[in-house]
């Protein structure tokens, strides 16, 4: 493994304030209506998870549609 490929995987992301704020804010919202902290949790992992089954979808989408591009033109 590189040097630079081992740096990165150490990082991670910050969030701004305003992304903490926003769901600090949220989590205030549903707690106050009684739901429990372990279902807000899970929602939000079920919100990941769909945002990041998306992305990979779409990942996968664009070299299969440039493949299918290139096979038609070269016939």
Do not use: C
């Amino acid at each position: 493994m590189t040097e630079e490929a081992k740096g990165r995987r150490g990082r991670h992301r910050s969030s701004t304030a305003g992304f903490k704020l926003e769901a600090v804010r949220r989590i205030d919202e549903q707690r106050a209506l009684g739901v429990p902290m372990t279902q807000i949790a899970e929602e939000e992992e079920m919100r990941w998870l769909e945002r990041e089954n998306a992305r990979l979808q779409q990942e996968v989408s664009i070299p299969r549609t440039a493949a299918a591009y290139l096979a038609r033109d070269s016939r």
